[in-house]
């Protein structure tokens, strides 16, 4: 019984080892857990290195409807993006933190 986990486990470090090879990057750091759209938490950024080029990718993860989408941006991107973010938690202030209120509904 012993002997079947340890082939388990390489069957399964083989099948990584080729799951790598076919995606063509490997893994670097990603984000904490975030929770989105009233989704369990799980990682919104990852950082890739592309090993073919040698060149480095930022990969947004966003819900979308069941499933997710996931942006790829170049290190210049991403710098872009998260300037953005930053100025517009700065003009937003406190009303940034505050979850999105719906629209009333017109009583006509």
Do not use: C
């Not at 063509?24 to 990852?46: D, H, K, M």
């Not at 973010?85 to 209120?101: C, D, H, I, L, Y």
């Amino acid at each position: 019984m012993a002997g079947d986990w340890s082939d388990l486990t390489k069957r399964v470090a083989r099948g990584i080892a080729e799951v790598k090879k076919t995606t063509g990057s490997e893994l670097v750091a990603e984000s904490g857990p975030v929770p989105l759209a009233g989704r369990i938490a799980g990682p919104v950024i990852q950082h890739r290195k592309r090993r073919a080029e040698g060149t480095h990718r930022f990969v947004l993860i966003l819900p979308f409807g069941e499933g997710e989408v996931r942006v790829e941006l170049d290190p210049k991107d991403y710098a872009a993006l998260t300037r953005e973010m930053v100025r517009f938690w700065n003009e937003q202030g406190e009303a940034a933190s505050q979850p999105p209120v719906p629209l009333k509904e017109d009583e006509a």
